[in-house]
C-alpha cells in the first residue's frame, strides 16, 4: 500500500515562495508517476505537475509554467514542488498523487491511484 504525506503549505504573500513536499511509502514508489494537484473552493481538482518514474519527464499547467518546479528525490521518496513568483489565485488546497505500477505521467486525476490527504496554500494579496 502506498501512503503520501504533503507538507509546506501556509500563509504568504503575492510574489513569495513555497515549497511543498510529499513524503512517500510503499514498494516501488519510486518507480511511480509523481503528481501535484489543486483544488480551490468551489472549483474542480486541477493539474499542476507531474514527474515520471525515473524524473526524466515533466509536466507543468500552463498557469504554472515558469513558477512552479517539481522534483523528486527517489533516495528519500520524497517529492518536492517549488512554488515562486505566487499569485493569490494559486490558493488552494493542494494534493500529492502517486501513479502506480504501469501507469505512465499523466494530466489526468484517472491515472493517478493513491493521493495524501492535501495542505492548504493561501497566497494574500
Known amino acids: 500500500q502506498v501512503q503520501l504525506v504533503e507538507s509546506g503549505g501556509g500563509l504568504v504573500q503575492a510574489g513569495g515562495s513555497l515549497r511543498l513536499s510529499c513524503a512517500a511509502s510503499g514498494r516501488y514508489v519510486s518507480l511511480y508517476a509523481m503528481g501535484w494537484f489543486r483544488q480551490a473552493p468551489g472549483k474542480e481538482r486541477e493539474f499542476v505537475a507531474a514527474?515520471?518514474?525515473?524524473?526524466?519527464?515533466?509536466y507543468y499547467a500552463d498557469s504554472v509554467k515558469g513558477r512552479f518546479t517539481i522534483s523528486r528525490d527517489n533516495g528519500k521518496n520524497t517529492v518536492y514542488l517549488q512554488m515562486t513568483k505566487l499569485k493569490p489565485e494559486d490558493t488552494a488546497v493542494y494534493y500529492c498523487a502517486a501513479g502506480g505500477l504501469g501507469r505512465d505521467i499523466s494530466t489526468t486525476r484517472d491515472e493517478y491511484a493513491y493521493w495524501g490527504q492535501g495542505t492548504q496554500v493561501t497566497v494574500s494579496s
Open positions: 514527474a515520471s518514474g525515473l524524473g526524466g519527464a515533466t
